[in-house]
């Protein structure tokens, strides 16, 4: 396969699945999370999906594509995406005991293997399969955490076609700045495993006041604060200076981590308690994280390459003025769709969260062609260990 042939993959790497075994718990649940059903005003059954106790509007329509391989190639199809790398979608197994969570870990992992090991191929001179997986671990409030390791590890022995894993920002129950996690932390920089952080629970719902605006302020605010909070409490605690090669993967490109980084920066210089924690100032963190391309807009990507690109510079004695610049934040940020969530009205229109996503790439006016096929597959590749070293 030649460099050209690579660089015109499409891979998504923020895909989502319930897989059928895990399908089924939730139906069988009497509370959030769970799979209900209800009437509908015209009297029609509709499965619906409540992933927490107080969501708005009774949940969500749940269907077939949240958990059929045949519907999530189609989706791909009908997009134009050759890769996936398919994760679980939330809450993953926070609402188990520890010993529930580890057994259905370890099913729904080799379930995902089966689903991606078992599809079909892209047809190259390299095969790549066309779905790759983020597996599960029994990662719960009061989960013994000397175990995590070894979960670890049993996930990238014996699974090829699991990349990486994706966690919740609650920990074993403390959050993720927790010093028990750190054999956790260890293990998944040795094995190079990525992890994808991802929200699930929000802020507080006082947050957003008395009137009824559905899932708008929750999604599109509650979500990226959840996850900026979470990456930035492991930065205070250091786990990226003790952990250089741990590789994480924020979702929807990073919250407002990127546009905080120099308020944070700021105030930890000018706090007693962390001045001179950290090994470097708080922006040159972000050259050591991976965002997906979740944004859905030209100058909210081109806003976070350039604060991605500029972090080297901040490296502690350093002595560069510009950093590495927008080619380097580019290089670390990989197109996603969130599917299957926020599907069509009309089952022959295509996703937006696709189109808009892939179309906010094409129009990054100060990205190059390079960067652009980098953020529309190439990077993932790399990023997950898929490409041959001469192309890398």
Known sequence: MSNMSVRKLLVDVHTHVYLPRYASILRSRPNAPRILTRKTPSGQNED??????????????????????????????????????????????????????????????????????????????????????????????????????????????????????????????????????????????????????????????????????????????????????AVVRLILAGVLDRHPNLRILLAHSGGALPQLSSRLASCIEHDPVLAGRLAHDARWYLCRLWFDAVAYGAAELDFVSEAVGRASRYARGSKSALGRGRKEGASRMLFGTDHPFFPPLRETEKWRSAVENLEAIEEVERWTEEDKAGVRGGNALRLFGLLPCDLI
């Open 48 to 229: 619906r999906l409540l992933i927490l106790d107080d969501e708005p509007s009774g949940g969500r329509p749940v269907g077939a594509q949240y958990w059929d391989r045949d519907e999530k190639l189609k989706f791909m199809d009908q997009h134009g995406i050759d890769i996936s790398f398919v994760s679980s979608a939330n809450p993953w197994l926070d609402f188990l005991p520890f010993s529930e969570a580890q057994a259905l870990a370890r099913q729904l992992n080799a379930d995902l293997e089966s689903y991606c090991a078992t599809g079909p191929s892209v047809t190259s001179a390299i095969e790549f399969k066309r779905l790759y997986g983020f597996g599960l671990l029994p990662l719960v409030p009061g989960a013994p955490t000397p175990s995590l390791p070894e979960a670890v590890s049993q996930l990238a022995s014996q699974h090829p076609h699991i990349r990486g894993v994706i966690i919740g920002t609650r920990g074993a129950g403390l959050g993720l700045d927790d010093p028990a996690l750190e054999p956790l932390w260890a293990a998944l920089a040795e094995t190079g495993l990525v992890v994808f952080l991802h929200p699930h629970y929000g802020i507080s719902t006082q947050a957003w006041g008395p009137h009824d605006n559905g899932h708008v302020l929750p999604l599109a605010l509650g979500f990226p604060f959840e996850t900026t909070t």
